[in-house]
Structures are given as structure tokens and as C-alpha cells.
């Protein structure tokens, strides 16, 4: 798990009385279209060791952490070797590559504009995550890494953030435990009859509907 973030103060009131929300969001397929990426990663990955990868298999499965794929190619005892060689192969091949997906700035922008905090929470190592959100401009309060599912609670409570944004089932299970609203994109593997069965409150097409439903969420609340 990467270094502890420091405890975020409480979230102060606006002028209204109101608290200003913090929204968490996922990156992979939620912010950030990274197939690309991480397909010629696994590409020269293979190239590298020798081993067979179906890249694009790969890719259309985003979202549990990098050792549970890396497991489906190599056995056991090479998993956490292989991880490590990919992270550090990361920025050479995926960063590039890599486009911001429709609407996610504005999703971002959507919550500033209501005074609130937008934070990444990502199953991704978390330098690696960093470099995608600095070479795309697209600049986060604060970015956690390394947590999947319900670990990503931890990150979630400690920020205070009253919602959470993925595109996966395991998003959905994330901002469940923490007592947070699940809003589910249908962007990546998982369809919108998967995430409504997972507990999803709340099903967009994709972020381009964000900040309509967060204006609509922020009138209500």
C-alpha cells in the first residue's frame, strides 16, 4: 500500500451553512481512458519476459488491482516480480497514450464549482496514477492509490467524501462501505445492469452527465 495520506480536516461550512462536498472519483475507464496505454505496456512486457500476455484481454477487464492480471500469465511465485518489472516499465509506454475521458474535466470543474474537493481514489500504484493526471492536466485535491473495493472506504472516510464516481462493480462496493453515494459511469467493463445490481444509487452513460446530476445532488443536499 503506498505511504499513508496525511488526515484531511473536516469539511468546512459554506456562508449557507451547507458543508462543501468532497467527491471521490476512480481513474481507470472513469477519468481516464487508459487502455491504450496499458496495452503497450503489456505488450513490451511480454516482449521483455518472454511470457504471453493477450493485451487486449487485459485491457478489457480494468479495474481489480495489477497482481490478480499478472496471475492469469505467471505463476505465483513471479507475480510480484512481474508487477514490479510493469510499474516500472508504466511511464515509458502508457503514459503517453492515454486520453482523458469525455466529460472528466468537467466533472472536476462541476464539483470546484460548488466550493467542493475532488479527490482520485484508484486501485493503481500510485506515482503511476500521478503521472497520468499530470500529463493530462487534470489536477485533483489529493490522489490515493493502491486500494480496490472496499478498501478504497479507507480513503473515502478519512476525505470526508460524501460520493464516489467508478465505472466498476468494485467502485460501486467502495463507496457503499463508506456510507457514500454510488454514482456508477457505464464507461468501462461493467454494463448499467451490472452496476444498478451491484447497489449503484445512481447510473450516468458516462461523465458528460456528472455535473448536471451533482447540481441536481448539491440542491437536495
Known amino acids: 500500500m503506498a505511504n499513508a495520506t496525511p488526515p484531511t480536516p473536516?469539511?468546512?461550512p459554506t456562508p449557507s451553512g451547507r458543508t462543501t462536498p468532497t467527491v471521490g472519483f476512480d481513474l481507470d475507464m472513469t477519468l481516464i481512458d487508459s487502455r491504450p496505454g496499458i496495452r503497450a505496456c503489456y505488450v513490451a512486457l511480454a516482449e521483455r519476459t518472454g511470457t504471453y500476455v493477450d493485451a487486449d484481454l487485459a485491457v478489457s477487464r480494468l479495474g481489480p488491482p495489477l497482481v490478480?492480471?499478472?496471475?492469469?500469465?505467471f505463476p505465483a511465485e513471479r507475480v510480484?516480480?512481474?508487477?514490479d518489472l510493469y510499474r516500472a516499465m508504466y511511464p515509458e509506454y502508457a503514459i503517453t497514450p492515454t486520453l482523458a475521458m469525455p466529460g472528466a474535466r468537467d466533472a472536476i470543474a462541476a464539483v470546484r464549482a460548488r466550493g467542493g474537493r475532488a479527490i482520485v481514489v484508484t486501485a493503481k500504484y500510485e506515482?503511476?496514477?500521478k503521472l497520468h493526471l499530470a500529463h493530462l492536466g487534470i489536477e485533483p485535491d489529493a490522489v490515493i492509490g493502491d486500494l480496490w473495493a472496499e478498501q478504497k472506504a479507507l480513503a473515502l472516510r478519512e476525505h470526508g467524501a460524501s460520493v464516489y464516481v467508478g465505472d466498476h462493480t468494485g467502485d460501486v462496493r467502495g463507496a457503499r462501505t463508506a456510507?457514500?453515494?454510488?454514482?456508477?459511469?457505464?464507461?468501462?467493463p461493467c454494463d448499467a445492469a451490472e452496476l444498478r445490481e451491484a447497489g449503484a444509487d445512481t447510473?450516468?452513460?458516462?461523465?458528460?452527465e456528472f455535473?448536471?446530476?451533482?447540481?441536481?445532488?448539491?440542491?437536495?443536499?
Not at 68 to 73: D, G, K, V
Not at 179 to 188: D, M, P, R
Open 80 to 83: 510480484e516480480e512481474v508487477a
Open 10 to 12: 473536516p469539511t468546512p
Open 211 to 221: 455535473p448536471r446530476w451533482f447540481s441536481d445532488y448539491c440542491s437536495d443536499n
Open 68 to 73: 490478480e492480471e499478472i496471475a492469469n500469465w
Open 203 to 208: 447510473v450516468l452513460t458516462d461523465l458528460k
Open 179 to 188: 456510507g457514500a453515494v454510488s454514482v456508477a459511469v457505464a464507461t468501462g
Open 127 to 129: 506515482p503511476n496514477a
